[in-house]
């Protein structure tokens, strides 16, 4: 059984920055898909940032590309994303999530293509 957790979230000011990290267990393989997913209120939830683990292929969002950084560490099993010159509209619930087994490809942002979800952890950018 794969388990998730989420750390780091919390409230900073326009342009600040913050580190999420998600402890992940349970993985069979060392390739595995790890995404990170935010939901802000009365919106769909959408898929920010994904790596291949072990390869270290990585894939973003328009909205965040050139601000936030997925990375891994697999010294420690987990999967980390830097989020720079963070703004209101970032402003959501933040997941990771994980398809064991996967080089995340075309699916990477879809929600329902992964299989084992953390808890989330709050972020918030006051306007």
């Known amino acids: 059984q794969v388990h998730l957790v989420e750390s780091g979230g919390g409230s900073v000011q326009a342009g600040g920055s913050l580190r999420l990290s998600c402890s992940v267990s349970?993985?069979?393989?060392?390739?595995?898909?790890v995404g990170w997913f935010r939901q802000a209120p009365g919106k769909e939830r959408e898929g920010v940032a994904a790596?291949?683990?072990?390869?270290?292929?990585?894939h973003y969002a328009d909205s965040v590309q050139g601000r936030f950084t997925i990375s891994e560490d697999n010294t420690k099993d987990r999967v980390y994303l830097q989020m720079n010159g963070l703004n209101p509209e970032d402003t959501a619930t933040y997941f990771c999530?994980?398809?064991?087994?996967?080089?995340?490809?075309?699916?990477?942002?879809?929600?329902?293509?992964?299989?084992?979800w953390g808890q989330g952890t709050q972020v918030t950018i006051p306007e």
């Open positions: 999530a994980t398809v064991p087994l996967s080089r995340c490809g075309g699916r990477w942002d879809v929600r329902s293509w992964y299989r084992y």
């Open positions: 790596i291949v683990t072990y390869e270290r292929t990585t």
């Open positions: 349970g993985f069979t393989s060392v390739t595995n898909c």
